[in-house]
């Protein structure tokens, strides 16, 4: 038998609440360096509805680098934001909610 959403109520195939809470997210990308020079781009303002750790493992296999999750931020190794926002945007989150500082 097919499981049922328990924040919507719908069938688990049907169920949108993943896509909802992409659209009505804020996000805020930018890089900081640290330790000894080392580049790293930080995302922020993507909520654990959104399935974090599935983006973050699309995000890392894309850029081909490393990468961590802190205190609700992805941490990717190296200077990925000329880039991001479209991979961002491909994987569902409008382009007007991310803002690249």
Do not use: W
Not at 24 to 37: L, N, S
Not at 64 to 78: D, F, H, P, S
Not at 82 to 100: M, T, W, Y
């Amino acid at each position: 038998m097919i499981g049922v959403c328990n924040q919507c109520g719908l069938p688990q195939d049907l169920c949108v609440c993943e896509t909802i809470a992409r659209e009505q997210q804020k996000i805020v990308v930018k890089v900081e360096k640290r330790k000894f020079g080392k580049k790293y781009t930080v995302v922020e303002g993507i909520t654990k509805e959104a399935n974090l750790e599935e983006i973050f493992k699309k995000l890392k296999s894309k850029f081909a680098c490393g990468g961590t999750i802190k205190n609700g931020q992805v941490e990717l190794q190296g200077d990925h934001l000329l880039r991001i926002k479209k991979v961002l945007v491909d994987l569902g989150f409008p382009g007007e909610a991310i803002e690249v500082v």
